[in-house]
Every structure is written in C-alpha cells, then in structure tokens.
C-alpha cells in the first residue's frame, strides 16, 4: 500500500486559532481524505509549537505558567480542528516529553558530527517572528514591518548549526529534479526565490539556542541553554513519528511526502530544516508547499484591527463543511489573496446554496413526486441520456488538479459538473414528462440520482458530513467512504463505477435544507 505523510505547520500557542490556520489545515485534511479513498496508507500530523518567547510573553501577560497556557490553547486548537472535521493522525505538541528526548537526541547528533559550536551571537530579535532580523529587515522606523515592534537587542554566548556548511548540497537538491534526494518546492516561483537566494549570498551559521529563555528544552551538552525555538519546532515532523526510537512508523512514513505552510515560513522549510536534515544523515521531505498569504478586506489580519476571522465563527455562519469548502475555493492555493465575509457569503450562495443545494432538492422532490420516494428502475431499452458517466470522467480528471493542491480550479470543475447535472433536469423536464406520461420519467429520475451520487464522491474530501447526508437522503445504507473508496482506488473505474450506480427500489428520504440562503446583510 503507498503511503502518504503530509504535515501542517505546528501552530504557536500565543493565541486561539483563526481563519490562516484553518486554511492550511483543512487544506491538508482535504488531501488527507482524498488520499485516503485512493486507497493510500494516510498519515496527517498537526500540532502546537509551545515553546519560546512569545509564549512565555504571552503567558505572562495572562498571569499564568507558560505550561498552563499552552495546554489551554492547544486545546482550543484541537475543539477548532474537530468542529472543521479535520481527520488527523497525530497532533504533536512540542511539549510532549516524547519530543523534548528526541530533540535532545537530535541535537547531540548534530553535536557529535561537529555541527553544533559555541560562539558570540549579538543582534536584533523579534519576538513575534521568533527571528534575528537585520537592519535591512527594519522599516524606517527601524520596526520589525509584520509585527511593527521594535526588535530587542540580544547578545549572549550560545551555540551556532553550521548552516553554511550545507549550501551546495541544498542548491543541489532543490534545483537538480534528476537529483534522487530531490526536494521539490513548490510554486514554481518560490522554488526560484529560494534557489536565487542561496546562489546569490552566502549562507551564515545560525544561532540555536538560548541562553536566557526558561521556556525551552535544555540542550543535552549544555543544560544552561534551551534550544531556539524553530529548532525544537521543525523537528516535530520526525520526532511525532517516532525518529528517536527508529520505529516502524518512522521507518515507514519519512521522507514525508507533502509538509504544507504559507510562504512566510518557507525558508526555515525548504533551507534550515533541509540542512539540519542532511547534518543528521536523514532524507529530506519530498515536497514542500508554501500556500500565499491572504488579508482580510485588504488589510493583514491583526487583533487590533479587529479583523481576525475564527473558525467558529465562519462554521457558525456557513457549517463546518461549507466553511472548509468556501476557504479553498476564493483563490488560488499558491498565491496571495483577499477575503472578506461577502465573498464568502457571494460564493456560498451561488456555489451551495443555488448550485449544489438546488440539485439535492430538486432531485429528492421529484423521487418524492413523481416515484413515490422510490428509486426507479431505469427501463433497459431507454435512450435517456445518461450523464453520471460524463460527470465521472470529468471529474476523474480532475483529480490532478487535486494531487497538484489546484483546490481553486479542482472547485471550478465540481461546478462545472454541478451545472450539468442541474442543466439535465431543466433540459429533460421530469414535470413535463410526468404529465405526458412519458415513459422515460424513470430513467430520468434514474438519472438523476445516479448524477448526485457522482458528485458526492467527488466532493467527499472538502465536505465529509455533507456528503454523508446527501447519502443519506437518496437511501443509501452503505458508507459513502468506502463505496468511494473502492471506485477511486480501483484500477478499472469503467468496470468498478456500477458500484455507483443507485438500486432501484431504494427507498430515499428527503431532508432538511442544507445551505439555507444566506440575505445579503
Ligand atoms: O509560524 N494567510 O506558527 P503560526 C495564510 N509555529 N496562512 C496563514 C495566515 C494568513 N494570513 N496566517 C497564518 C508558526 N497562516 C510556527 C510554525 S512549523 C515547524 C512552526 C498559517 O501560528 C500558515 O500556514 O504563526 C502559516 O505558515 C502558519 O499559519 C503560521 O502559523
């Protein structure tokens, strides 16, 4: 069975999720679920990042130990992923004891090879990024210009990785495609932004730790000094895995396949993480995906603007499925863009509401009607025209659009369909047909069912619950999950697709309205 190890940032734990995190994360999850219906061995981590400044700051500001504070977040993280239905395997959290030993175990290894040294470090560190900036970093009012904080000045005696030592072998691996240990970035711009980088300037040794931060894990050669913390936080792709006692999961899951983030994070994935990587002799992550980086309304989302978007509040507005569908489908996946709560609302209504919940209703009113809630007997000789089988195959490719995380146009072709299979109805008229006593209807309506359980296959990653229910309401008592399963995973879709075909005789059951129209205001 192939597998697929796809990760999510972990997520500092300085305050309660919003819309940004959702986005990667129901991002990763949709994958996770396609991936899984291809019959892939799926393995999704997410997680906290727990330790350094920024939580103890944040900690302190709230009178309470940074542990106290951390756990309570972490747990607000975890409500929020369960309410977005997000299916994850592990969710690791850097201050499980687990991951502090195997960070130390990491490190002494770097340590032994000689990458890890002692020396002076002195300059400008922004806690909010929970990085050394330079004065070109600066604005002009030498602010850090994403947080617009005054960076602190820091000069201690700590311990540098030899970064440098690795830049040849990083530019190798992220430009050379032939080269077998190849990490592939992705967009293709970003890749470039990268690789111009790392040929254009030198690459310089980084501080790792802290001498004067409590809140980390104390370095196994020196207990004084707590491990910076992007360290301790990028290691937790191995560490959840079980890299310090080499277990079978660990054997089995790394390289990752697909680690997901935005591209303000990119260069500690495709260049620190690489080279700490390669120090401790471990292959490097298969791909790397930064997603761009979205405002609210024009403007970066900011507590102090007072437009930070919560996932609560966008699944109290639209359901937790319509939410996950809605923050894929704006714009697309690699590149920047803008939200506001009427573009969500806009596309709700035309994308659900009209297009997809018109055809669920449509469809349930006339099995009601016109076949007594029956699912009809499509009549042998009928040249109705059968639709389902273009839905499929137009559906079918566009899973590459999938597997290339298009989410945005992947979107656009399930709509595509949706209009078909809505331009089937009003083009076959099942009223008009039913007056006529035509002797097609059944097929027809046949059809029609057979038209809406396509697309719920096809919809199943961005709205599980949705499509559980759409299931439901044809009469299906099998798992939607793993009749989808076995059609997407099967080597011969022509053969295996009478697995999704209705049974005629089925009694369906129509219930309530799912996207109830969203007014303007
Ligand atoms: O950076 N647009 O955590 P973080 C799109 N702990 N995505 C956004 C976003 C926005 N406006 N805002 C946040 C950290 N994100 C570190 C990561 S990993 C080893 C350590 C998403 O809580 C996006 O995925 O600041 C971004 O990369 C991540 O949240 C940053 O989360």
Redesign the pocket.
């Known amino acids: 069975m192939k597998k697929y190890y796809i990760t999510?940032?972990?997520?500092?734990?300085?305050?309660t999720p919003?819309?940004?995190?959702a986005?990667?994360?129901v991002a990763a999850d949709v994958l996770s679920r396609y991936h899984r219906l291809r019959g892939e061995d799926v393995y999704f981590l997410t997680g906290?990042?727990e330790h350094g400044s920024k939580i103890e700051q944040a900690a302190q500001k709230a009178g309470t130990s940074p542990k106290e504070f951390a756990d309570h977040i972490s747990s607000e993280f975890r409500k929020a992923w369960e309410e977005l239905g997000i299916s994850f395997s592990g969710f690791i959290r850097t201050t499980d004891p687990k991951h502090e030993s195997a960070v130390k175990s990491f490190l002494q290894k770097l340590f032994d090879k000689g990458l890890i040294y002692k020396g002076n470090y002195s300059g400008l560190y922004c806690v909010g990024c929970?990085k050394y900036l330079g004065e070109a970093d600066l604005d002009e009012q030498k602010c850090c210009p994403d947080h617009k904080t005054r960076p602190e000045e820091h000069s201690e005696e700590n311990y540098f990785f030899k970064l440098s030592a690795f830049q040849d072998e990083l530019l190798a691996r992220i430009t050379d495609e032939s080269n077998p240990g190849h990490i592939a970035i992705y967009p293709v711009e970003r890749r470039n932004e990268i690789a111009g980088k790392l040929k254009a300037n030198k690459l310089e040794d980084i501080s790792m730790s802290r001498s004067d931060l409590k809140w980390g894990i104390p370095l196994p050669f020196d207990e004084k000094q707590t491990a910076y913390?992007?360290v301790d936080?990028?290691?937790?792709?191995i560490t959840a895995i079980g890299f310090e006692d080499n277990s079978e999961l660990f054997k089995k899951l790394w390289p990752a396949d697909c680690q997901?983030?935005?591209?303000?994070?990119?260069w500690?994935?495709s260049v620190i993480?690489p080279a700490m990587l390669l120090g401790a002799g471990l292959p490097l992550p298969k791909k790397v995906f930064?997603?761009?980086?979205?405002?609210?309304d024009g403007q970066?989302?900011s507590k102090s603007i007072g437009n930070v978007i919560r996932p609560q509040e966008l699944s109290a507005m639209f359901g937790a499925d319509a939410a996950r569908y809605l923050v894929l489908s704006l714009f697309p996946f690699g590149a920047?863009g803008d939200i506001s709560w009427q573009a969500l609302k806009d596309k709700y209504n035309t994308d659900l509401a009209n297009n997809l919940g018109n055809l669920v209703n449509r469809t349930l009113d006339m099995l009601e009607k016109f076949s007594a809630k029956l699912i009809p007997e499509p009549a042998a000789a009928s040249t109705a025209p059968a639709c389902a089988d273009t839905i499929l195959s137009q559906m079918g490719s566009s899973e590459l659009l999938l597997e290339n995380l298009e989410f945005h146009r992947y979107i656009a072709a399930l709509q595509m369909s949706l209009n078909s299979a809505n331009q089937y109805i009003q083009q076959t008229a099942p009223w008009k047909m039913a007056k006529e006593n035509n002797p097609e209807l059944p097929a027809v309506l046949f059809n029609m069912a057979a038209n809406l359980k396509a697309l719920t296959v096809y919809a199943l990653p961005f709205m599980p619950n949705i499509c559980k229910s759409i299931w439901a309401q044809l009469g299906e008592s099998e798992d939607i999950e793993s009749v989808a399963r076995e059609y997407l995973s099967s080597a011969d879709r022509n053969k295996s697709k009478n697995i999704l075909s209705p049974r005629p005789g089925t009694a369906t059951q129509k219930g309530g309205i799912l996207f109830p129209r969203l007014e303007k205001k």
Do not use: Q, R, S
């Open positions: 999510t940032p972990i997520y500092y734990v300085n305050d919003h819309i940004g995190h986005y990667t994360t906290t990042d929970e913390v992007w936080a990028l290691l937790n792709y997901l983030m935005a591209k303000d994070i990119l500690f994935h993480w930064a997603h761009g980086f979205f405002t609210i970066k989302m920047d």
